[in-house]
């Protein structure tokens, strides 16, 4: 059970870590566009990523894919971009207009699974129980993920209901300053390649 708790904590710390604003910035991406009230398709969409990541992740760990660092740490910046950028264009909100999002967070996770694979291929290689290593990663990755968007969707609402912000200003707005940090992530990386 103690190796459950260290690879939680890692998992946790994944999402949870100044260090790790690139996945914080794709998650914010991702749930600008719900509500409080769309709890369950935000759930659904958080699952996604974490579904997504954990393929490549156990792919990366079994060396089954490998992917060179540099250009991992160039494509999630890329990744944010894409998202903050599709939300500019969302005008109805339904769960129909933006079910995109649920195909932005599975195939999206994918290339963010392969920016910790890496380091957690070594931390499991000398690990007996890679399966139980890699669960306990993903359900850290998982609560971490809810968490903050738990507390972003609350912040959103009150933000929203505090200053009577029209949802599609309040989607451009957060969507515009994610979509320019990422935007220079992307610069600042490109030069690694």
């Known amino acids: 059970m103690s190796d459950f708790g260290l690879y939680f904590g890692i998992g946790w710390d994944h999402i949870m870590s100044w260090d790790a604003l690139d996945h914080l910035l794709f998650v ?12 369950k398709q935000v759930l659904i969409l958080v699952t996604a990523f974490t579904i997504g990541h954990s393929l490549t992740l156990v792919m990366s760990v079994l060396d089954i894919i490998r992917f060179p660092s540099n ?3 160039f494509l999630i910046p890329c990744t944010i971009v894409i998202t903050a950028f599709s939300n500019l264009f969302q005008k109805k909100f339904t769960p129909k207009s933006i079910r995109i999002n649920y195909f932005l967070a599975l195939f999206f996770g994918l290339i963010h699974g392969l920016g910790f694979a890496n380091t957690i291929r070594f931390m499991l290689a000398s690990d007996q129980n890679i399966g139980w290593g890699l669960f306990a990663f993903n359900v850290g990755l998982e609560a971490g993920q809810l968490v903050v968007v738990a507390v972003f969707l609350l912040a959103a609402q009150a933000i929203t209901s505090v200053f009577n912000i029209v949802r599609r200003e309040w989607v451009i707005f957060l969507s515009a300053a994610v979509f320019s940090l990422s935007l220079q992530m992307v610069f600042q990386r490109i030069s690694s390649l």
Do not use: Q, R
């Open 28 to 39: 914010t991406a991702l749930a600008t566009i719900y509500y409080l009230k769309d709890w």
């Open 71 to 73: 250009w991992v740490e």
